[in-house]
């Protein structure tokens, strides 16, 4: 995607679980995080589809059309936020293995970080970073 960048509320389509792809949100432009190592990170969700009678974490819920890519009831999977290295996620991008989308609109990002802390399935390690 021409413009594309890494950063807060970039997101991406990559590899997850059986089901395929996934959209992914970056939370946090790269940064340096404590116990991490020297090179900047981000820290980055992924959406799953609400599905009837199947448990979900509720804490953020998604609706369709509010990104181009979330078509149904859509919500934020904290269990699942991971760090990566910003060299790491450029590189599978320039590959083709991450597919660069729409960036995520600022106030469902505001949203999704604040989720983040109010989750309970969220890692107590990625609640104490300094996004």
Not at 15 to 38: C, I
Request: a neutral charge; hydrophobic letters at 40%; proline letters at 9%.
């Amino acid at each position: 995607m021409v413009g594309w960048q890494l950063q807060q509320g970039a997101t991406l389509l990559m590899p997850s679980g059986p089901d395929g792809d996934h959209l992914f949100v970056v939370l946090n432009d790269p940064k340096v995080f404590p116990n991490y190592g020297s090179n900047p990170q981000v820290l980055l969700v992924n959406l799953s589809t609400v599905r009837q009678g199947v448990h979900f974490d509720a804490t953020c819920l998604l609706q369709p059309g509010c990104h181009p890519f979330v078509k149904v009831a859509s919500y934020v999977v904290y269990r699942s936020a991971r760090v990566e290295p910003e060299a790491h996620v450029l590189a599978l991008v320039q590959k083709g293995l991450f597919t660069p989308q729409d960036p995520m609109p600022a106030a469902i990002v505001g949203d999704i970080r604040s989720g983040l802390i109010a989750s309970p399935f969220t890692k107590r390690e990625f609640k104490g970073l300094s996004i």
